[in-house]
Nanobody
Framework: QVQLVESGGGLVQAGGSLRLSCAAS????????MGWFRQAPGKEREFVAA????????NYADSVKGRFTISRDNAKNTVYLQMNSLKPEDTAVYYC?????????????????WGQGTQVTVSS
């Protein structure tokens, strides 16, 4: 069983920054793509960013492109989401996800494993 644990969420003012972390327990015999999704109250869960095991391929939602950066440290089995220039519209519960793949999927259904989520609130 793969376990994912997010951390780093909190309250921040508009224009500020946060770094989310996702500690993953995954097999070293497989290549896992890692992704970040978010869900605001009353809205569908939406794609934020994804990265392949090597870090050679990344994918971002248009709404966060240029502001957020996804990265990973395989030695620590951890994926990060650096969020800069935060906006109130970024307020949501952020989820880490994983799937054995070489592709940076945008569809939530493509991911097999999920963390419990961490709350990010951006005040205006």
């Amino acid at each position: 069983q793969v376990q994912l644990v997010e951390s780093g969420g909190g309250l921040v003012q508009a224009g500020g920054s946060l770094r989310l972390s996702c500690a993953a327990s995954v097999s070293t015999a497989r290549s896992y793509t890692m992704g970040w999704f978010r869900q605001a109250p009353g809205k569908e869960r939406e794609f934020v960013a994804a990265i392949t095991r090597s870090g050679g391929n990344t994918n971002y939602a248009d709404s966060v492109k240029g502001r957020f950066t996804i990265s990973r440290d395989n030695a620590k089995n951890t994926v990060y989401l650096q969020m800069n220039s935060l906006k109130p519209e970024d307020t949501a519960v952020y989820y880490c996800a994983a799937t054995p793949s070489l592709s940076t999927y945008e569809r939530a259904k493509e991911y097999d494993y999920w963390g419990q989520g961490t709350q990010v609130t951006v005040s205006s």
